[in-house]
């Protein structure tokens, strides 16, 4: 395909993407709970007073039930929110706006970072199959950190592979390294798996330097001993020699550090997680997310869906066989990920797993374009026919739930009928916020949610017992019994005399804990 007709297409895919995502933007939100204390803490970035939150936000996370969340969450994602929210204020669609960019500039990175390894027309089809989903369409339209991880994981993966594996040189041998940390770094400050990307590093270096023993090219005492002869004698030329290969590490811990300095940490630990691992849920984990890439193909109906998932696992196999030699590093980071996940007590959909489903979609496509390079002028034109038709209704049935989804996103009702936007929730936050104090508890199903919107203290409780935690108790009719006290306990605490009705609409009930005097 000619060069100006690739960009050309490439130019109407992102148009027609950018104004699909705008589009679906809604000046509401979900009841979440994530999203709020995203917000709170670019608030706090903003404010100049990060450790009040951590404080604030540690209340709420200690004196519930049971934890609803971190008591902070890395910064990287607030501090790129805190821009937006210095310029556009409290404004939900401008919030959202940012994840937008960030998918925007995820399919340019697709398209340039498989520029040596697909041609302009596969690429086309991987952008394609991104550029509009109904999947990423909807959950553009939230808050939340995912989309910035996936489009610096992503960009880190394509660069490790210029410069460790083709060994490229985009500015110099020593900034390129350090450019590789940076990256890592920021992925890392988005979220904590980003040190993923710090290991997928060290194991690709480490396969580049073994490279000749798995070709039969060296033995390994051969390596070694040019390795030892590289190094004497031990002077400072010597070690300047070795700088660009560990100067990411060096960076990455660097920028860490001073991140850590300015930016208080929530406390948080994963060893109580790490306990619950067991047989059980490593087998769970695993079936689950065998099946679990059958996600992307949203247009069609689940089993269909399950079937071309099934399809394509061959096809991924045989382009990763393909590109072994090549993509090695994509192969690493994918398997430390999916490890990381399968351990995980918990799982939580497609939206955990979208860090590597761009190399997934890669490799199939890598397997398809493998095959169709067959010498074999009937299977050749029979395969090429035949994938030829089922990407294009992979494509329109895509984009057919995407504009589908775009029209009622277009009434701005759908997102607002479930959360704190619509105007029961509001009417509710307005009560609150007249005739309560500013340091009155209010127990709520999602307390970070009526923290940000009440600056009131909250906390969620869902044994009846531990009512007196808070001064006010607030019910939502539709969630009973999640992250909250069932009916049941309500009116067992109405006929006690231990909770007064203050204000209630169609969706919330708003009771006093009465509290004995002391």
């Not at 909807?138 to 994981?153: H, T």
Request: charged share 15%; net charge positive; glycine share 6%.
């Amino acid at each position: 395909m000619h060069r100006s007709i690739s960009l050309l297409l490439l130019t109407i895919l992102l148009t027609a993407s950018c104004l699909v995502l705008w589009r679906s933007l809604t000046e509401g939100h979900n009841w979440g709970g994530d999203f709020a204390g995203f917000i709170m803490q670019a608030q706090s970035i903003i404010d100049g007073n990060p450790i009040e939150f951590i404080d604030k936000n540690r209340f709420t996370i200690e004196n519930s039930s049971r934890p609803v969340g971190p008591v902070a969450y890395p910064w990287g994602y607030p501090m790129l929110l805190a821009p937006f929210y210095a310029y556009f204020g409290f404004s939900i669609p401008a919030l959202k706006s940012l994840n937008n960019i960030c998918y925007l500039f995820f399919l340019l990175a697709l398209w340039s970072g498989c520029r040596t390894t697909l041609s302009a027309g596969w690429r086309l089809i991987l952008v394609g199959l991104f550029a509009i989903h109904p999947y990423f369409m909807n959950f553009l339209n939230s808050i939340g950190s995912d989309i910035p991880f996936l489009l610096f994981s992503t960009i880190t993966i394509f660069i490790i592979g210029r410069i460790v594996i083709q060994k490229e040189t985009l500015v110099s041998q020593l900034l390129d390294h350090l450019l590789m940390g940076l990256l890592i770094a920021i992925s890392f400050f988005i979220r904590t798996q980003g040190v993923l990307l710090l290991a997928t590093l060290m194991a690709t270096q480490s396969v580049m330097m073994i490279r000749p023993i798995i070709n039969r090219e060296k033995t390994a005492a051969t390596l070694l001993r040019e390795s030892w002869n590289n190094l004497r004698p031990f002077s400072m030329k010597s070690l300047i020699r070795f700088l660009p290969a560990i100067s990411p590490y060096f960076l990455f811990f660097l920028l860490v550090f001073i991140w850590n300095a300015f930016l208080p940490e929530g406390g948080a630990s994963h060893v109580k997680e790490i306990k619950q691992i067991s047989f059980a849920i490593i087998k769970h984990n695993l079936l689950f997310y065998i099946k679990i890439p059958s996600e992307f193909f949203s247009g069609f109906y689940n089993r269909i869906a399950l079937i071309m998932h099934g399809a394509g696992l061959p096809l991924f196999f045989f382009g990763m066989l393909k590109r072994r030699n090549t993509d090695f590093h994509m192969i690493i980071f994918g398997a430390l990920y999916m490890a990381h996940l399968i351990v995980w007590p918990y799982t939580q959909g497609f939206r955990y797993v979208l860090p590597v489903i761009p190399f997934y979609v890669y490799f199939v496509l890598a397997g398809v374009a493998s095959i169709s390079d067959s010498r074999d002028r009937l299977l050749h034109a029979s395969w090429k026919i035949g994938s030829a038709c089922m990407i294009i209704l992979i494509l329109l049935l895509s984009w057919k739930a995407s504009f589908k989804n775009l029209s009622i996103a277009g009434s701005n009702q759908g997102i607002k009928e479930m959360g704190p936007y619509f105007p029961t929730a509001q009417n509710l936050f307005a009560f609150i916020k007249d005739r309560t104090d500013k340091d009155d508890i209010i127990i709520f199903f999602k307390p970070r949610v009526l923290r940000l919107y009440t600056n009131r203290p909250s906390i969620m409780i869902e044994q009846k017992d531990l009512v007196k935690r808070g001064d006010f108790l607030c019910i939502q009719n539709f969630y009973d019994g999640y992250n909250q006290i069932d009916k049941t306990d309500i009116d067992s605490l109405l006929a006690s005399d231990l909770i007064q009705m203050l204000y209630q609409n169609s969706d919330f009930q708003f009771y006093k804990v009465r509290k004995p005097l002391r």
